[in-house]
């Protein structure tokens, strides 16, 4: 069952929480509860100074408070508007100074119970028997089930301290200018199963979906990033919930494991879109695994900073970059599948450290093994495997780049290119086909002004860290756009020239090919639970 309180009864017992964190915090500092409960101009003010703190715990009730707070006065006499149970109405008058408070802890239940009895917004609101209504903040816990469809109805916050448990098999919807933004003090866990995923969808009925139906996800965490005062695309600069990133590197965002994620991404505003999946100073407790993003309308997958680890991951009919990341990000990658649509999309990998400061630290510097990007070319669209710029690092492993209408790989920027100089860079085990208008024209030319790196030549260095024009074989059907084919050929090339999987927990050691699904397999990561619906 859902636990859910009225506004005005959270409001009142986080305003007394305030007092006390303050009362701990400063001991020179004596703040009434009286004047907080008279006195909205104070109350705004020290829930205002509360939200911007250094100290984790005062920080996420100010922020909390931001959202539930309302202006007046909210003492006995504001809230007459049912008969009140005598107890409750003494508890009351109590902490508002008109009897001595004797009751401690339970005067706050109280005040909680005489809240809840006195109404107000709820942010879940039953629609009917199969559909339930979310809209606004959620505090506590929240339990969504699979015998009803969850509808988003506006941006909804996961509030500091929050946790959201998810049902396998749960399908929620997302209305135009919906999204879920699990703050960075917040966890959600959505973990499905491989023949009940957990989805993401638009609110339209099918046959009727598109990308920029919705939002989006987006989880936010405490993990360090290469930003000070790092705020989310898509919330705005005032709302600090957007605020992102952190110290602790093994933050736990949460569990996204076998969830779809389809038609999201709208623009907020002008140049500012929301992706399908958003992961902002995500650490690496964090876990993403058999996840699909699909049709989303800006990225696929947008990574700022952290050190979430990404695994069995699929990314299909992204309008801009199938991944994109920048701000620092640390994580590991494998298997993970890119398609790329004829006509929609740049790139499948597009990747900064950080605009207009380049070499600001922790550097991107991501590490992939079993990765196949592939484009189901178009010529009136020009996409690239990877665009690597602004001082990003990373290392690239056991992958396939293949189907790019423009070139495979573009390495922009000096500070990109002294990546490969410091090892911070690093290519092992590629295999490059049809890429160009020709299918040959693997990089593309750079000289005069469209020379952006200093005169790096990646044709004569990818033809030694690479395979240049050899097919890596996927079986008849790959350019089906409502069931692509992922698998290779027995026989496929992408069985040799694999460099070794480091050992540890989180990678798989037998993945000993290039790309994202084994040679000769006649099942994949991805059956079962993706989908590839066209609206």
Request: charged share 20%; with cysteine.
């Amino acid at each position: 069952m859902n636990k859910v309180s009225a506004p005005r009864a959270k409001l009142v017992e986080l305003l007394w929480q305030l007092k006390q964190n303050y009362d701990q915090l400063d001991g020179e500092r004596n703040i009434h509860f009286n004047t907080l409960l008279r006195d909205s101009d104070f109350r705004r003010e020290l829930i205002n100074e509360a939200a911007v703190s250094s100290n984790r715990e005062l920080r996420e009730i100010g922020q909390s408070l931001r959202v539930l707070n309302t202006d007046g006065e909210l003492t006995q006499s504001r809230i007459r508007s049912a008969p009140l149970n005598p107890d409750i109405a003494e508890t009351v008058a109590a902490v508002t100074g008109k009897k001595k408070q004797n009751s401690g802890r339970l005067a706050l239940a109280a005040l909680v119970l005489l809240a809840v009895a006195i109404g107000g917004f709820v942010a879940l609101n039953p629609m009917s028997g199969n559909e339930q209504s979310v809209r606004g903040s959620l505090n506590g816990e929240h339990f969504w089930t699979a015998d009803k469809s969850w509808l988003l109805d506006g941006i909804v916050y996961l509030e500091a301290g929050a946790r959201l448990t998810i049902e396998a098999g749960t399908v929620v919807k997302g209305l135009q200018g919906s999204a879920l933004v699990v703050t960075r003090d917040a966890t959600i866990m959505a973990r499905g199963a491989a023949q009940a995923p957990i989805v993401f969808t638009s609110a339209k009925d099918a046959g009727a979906r598109q990308a920029g139906d919705w939002g989006g996800l987006v989880l936010l965490g405490n993990a360090p990033v290469n930003t000070r005062d790092a705020q989310i695309e898509g919330v705005p600069l005032t709302d600090t919930r957007g605020m992102f990133g952190g110290v602790d590197s093994r933050h736990n965002c949460g569990v996204l494991e076998y969830v779809r994620i389809e038609f999201a991404g709208y623009e907020v505003y002008a140049n500012n879109e929301l992706n399908g999946l958003t992961l902002g100073g995500c650490g690496s407790n964090t876990i993403v695994r058999h996840v699909q993003v699909h049709r989303a309308s800006d990225d696929g997958i947008e990574v700022f900073g952290g050190t979430v680890d990404l695994k069995h991951v699929l990314i299909s009919g992204a309008a801009d970059d199938s991944l994109d990341w920048d701000m620092g990000w640390t994580g590991r990658v494998q298997f993970l599948q890119v398609l790329q649509y004829p006509g929609i999309g740049d790139n499948g990998f597009e990747a900064d450290n950080r605009d207009g400061r380049h070499d600001v630290e922790p550097v991107s510097q991501p590490t992939f093994y079993n990765v196949t990007l592939q484009s189901m070319s178009g010529a009136e669209k020009y996409q690239r495997g990877m665009t690597l710029r602004r001082g990003t690092g990373g290392h690239f492993n056991n992958m396939i780049i293949d189907g790019f209408s423009g070139e495979a790989i573009d390495i922009k920027d000096l500070s990109t290119v002294s990546r490969l100089g410091s090892g911070m860079m690093s290519f092992s085990g590629l295999l490059i086909h049809n890429i160009g208008a020709d299918g040959r024209s693997f990089f593309a030319a750079e000289l005069g002004a469209q020379d952006d790196d200093g005169g790096f030549d990646e044709l004569t260095f990818f033809r030694d860290a690479a395979r240049l024009g050899v097919s890596p074989q996927h079986r008849p059907g790959s350019a089906l756009l409502e069931q692509p084919e992922f698998r290779l050929a027995a026989q496929s090339p992408a069985r040799e020239g694999a460099v070794a999987v480091p050992e540890g927990e989180f990678w798989d050691e037998a993945a000993n090919y290039l790309g994202a699904v084994r040679p000769g397999s006649n099942t994949t990561w991805m059956d079962g639970w993706s989908a590839f619906p066209v609206h």
